[in-house]
């Protein structure tokens, strides 16, 4: 069995850069102007950070020294009483008219992706949006695994299980955590993503998102993840668990001692798995997503089967 290893981000060239992908200023529902919010980020550790407002693409006059800001979009679709669907576009052109109505949550995707953006659906959990809902849609390039706002608000911020849903379904969707940061509450800093770029500038960091150069962290880091002929290897700062999250009941978790944290664990494949995931939990609950990889599985018939 061979795996795909293009999109490994421990393995192609680059620095890792610490991102927000989803927050919000006073330009929409947020209650800090754009420049205090991306001073805020900065002095928290990021190297760059999207600016999402709902419906409009906000974009600063001048940089912030120290910080890249980049332009995203936010836009709503109310679908029913039960459903919500959020779409976060990133890279959206400053200047972009948006209309004031979706008929559809495909209609948010066909529109951020005529704009050239990254298509991330927003919150599924929040959303009350099932496994099979995601599956359907199509257009999104990654699920929020994780939602600092929602986890503070309402304790509905994990949403491993909808996207575990689309994956074992066939659908290759990566994941990201996000703070989705409206400062009501202490919603900024909880999490991020480690991009793997070449330079932090907006075509860079924008190219290794699009390639799944990246992996995602409300603490615990991923400090390398190598893909052998049959398995996978991982290294993390101290946890209490490495799982390897795979279709079905497949996959494993590794779970450390009382007294020796784990920071290395590995996994061989042995049950067709479609697809596999490393997910990390640290001391604290928190955890880290790595985005999936894709065992090459030989045919039944062919001389490596079995």
Known sequence: MTVRNDENPFRVEGRWLKGALHT????????????????????LGYDFLFFTDHGKVTCLDRPVEGILTLPGIELGFGGDAERYWHI???????????????????SMCAFARAHSALCILAHPYWSQLSGKDLTRLDGIDAVEVF???????????????????????????????VDDCHSRINDSGGAWVMV?????????????LRAGCFYSSCGPEIRDLRLTEDGIEVETSPCRSIGFIADRQKGASVVAAEDAP????????????????VQTTDALGRRA???PVY???PDEGSESAG
């Open 147 to 177: 939602n600092t706002g929602c986890e503070l608000e309402i304790g509905r911020g994990h949403s491993e299980y909808p996207w575990d849903w689309c994956l074992s379904a066939g659908r290759r969707v990566n994941a990201v955590a």
């Open 289 to 291: 997503w790595s985005n």
């Open 196 to 208: 793997k770029a070449t330079a932090c500038t907006r075509q860079a960091i924008v190219a290794a």
């Open 24 to 43: 919000h200023t006073t330009e929409s529902d947020g209650k800090r102007a754009p420049t205090a919010l991306a001073e805020l980020y900065r002095d």
């Open 262 to 277: 784990l920071t290395v664990a590995s996994y061989t494949f042995r049950n067709r798995e479609s697809y596999l995931r």
């Open 88 to 106: 976060v576009g990133l890279d959206m052109d400053d200047g972009t008219p948006v209309p004031e109505r979706f008929d559809s949550p495909e």
């Open 295 to 297: 065992p090459v599985i």
